[in-house]
């Protein structure tokens, strides 16, 4: 149960940051282009390093939600379980799995982090400019993991269901009115969480 | 050593963040606002958290420099040694307590955190709105630490001494230009870094 008097078990992450747009209005902007700018990896590959390393975090929102977009992508959402399991028995590329060692590693023991590691990547043919790039899917969602539980966010399938088609079509980027219309939005999800909800139940 | 070929000894968070304005530009932005905006913590009690935070996650470069900062405000850094060995033994006051209490599980296991959690901090009669501002200054370093140990960036005393007095004077805020003259600024840095060594020589 989410901890904060304006949260409850229908809320995401949006109503925390749109709530503070000062502070976390710059986040949005680094999100979507860390996630959807120019990138040595496809928009797929990026979610499933989002989920997984949520999943590696035990973060039930961050890691739902964005199965949910790998699965907009084509990414079956096993293949994130799978990785999170063992990631040289997942089905991902030999190419992707030191990126994906580097990412457990700098998830769970950062300071732990050696040249051998980098020099594992470097031999799977991923330049320094790649591997910056996927330490800042790293450094990002170690950020929203714990904002997330930070607050209590836990959510659901319905609204990892809906928070995926919302990423997977619109990105992160929010136009600077939204403080404004946030209410209007609400409701609009609301009754679009119903008929999820509805959905879920009927299959 | 970092990992970078743009990166050597004297390396510090500029050398990483100053070369990817499209993608670290808003986190300056957002450090800025979490860390010197409107807050209900003091700057202090905020650089006190930084530092913490980075203890736990045994991120030296960011440790190093945020005890400088937060000796920049008055604050000794053994008080920090001592939260990170024991938070209840520790000279901060009992109303902070609970605050590092909740940012140590934020660090550590943000899944677990629960009510009671939150309900503790209520208790020592901090306002929802006050937590949330803890919360993002967890996040953030959580976001620091591994962008500084995933590209292998440790430091040293000089120039933990160098980014303290830095960030004490100018804060997170970084101007829009700052890519034209980073070259200028890189100079001006090793020359300071080199006095700072020295007058570290001597005492």
Chains 1, 2 share one sequence.
């Not at 901890?3 to 999100?31: E, H």
């Not at 992707?96 to 982090?113: C, N, Q, V, W």
């Not at 050696?114 to 799977?124: L, N």
């Not at 997330?148 to 992160?172: R, T, W």
């Amino acid at each position: 149960m989410a901890f904060f008097s304006n949260l409850d078990s229908n809320s995401d992450i949006t109503d925390i940051t749109f709530n503070d747009r000062p502070r976390l209005g710059p986040m949005d902007k680094a999100s979507q282009e860390i996630m959807r700018g120019k990138s040595s990896f496809s928009i797929a590959e990026r979610e499933i390093m989002a989920a997984y390393v949520s999943g590696l975090n035990a973060c039930s929102f961050c890691h739902g939600s964005h199965k949910a977009v790998a699965e907009q992508f084509g990414v079956p959402p096993t293949v994130i379980e799978q990785l999170v399991e063992d990631i040289d028995s997942s089905p991902v590329s030999d190419k992707l799995k030191p990126i994906f060692h580097y990412l457990k590693k700098l998830t769970i023991t950062p300071s732990k982090l050696v040249e051998s590691d980098v020099k594992k990547v470097k031999e799977a043919g991923w330049s320094e400019e790649a591997l910056h790039e996927a330490i800042l899917v790293g450094c990002l969602f170690n950020f929203y993991n714990r904002l997330l539980d930070g607050h209590g966010v836990k959510g659901n399938n319905a609204i990892y269901q809906f928070a995926g088609e919302h990423l997977s079509k619109n990105g992160y980027g929010v136009p600077w009115f939204i403080g404004f219309i946030k209410n209007m939005i609400k409701k609009s999800k609301l009754k679009k969480l119903k008929a999820l909800e509805n959905q879920v139940r009927v299959n």
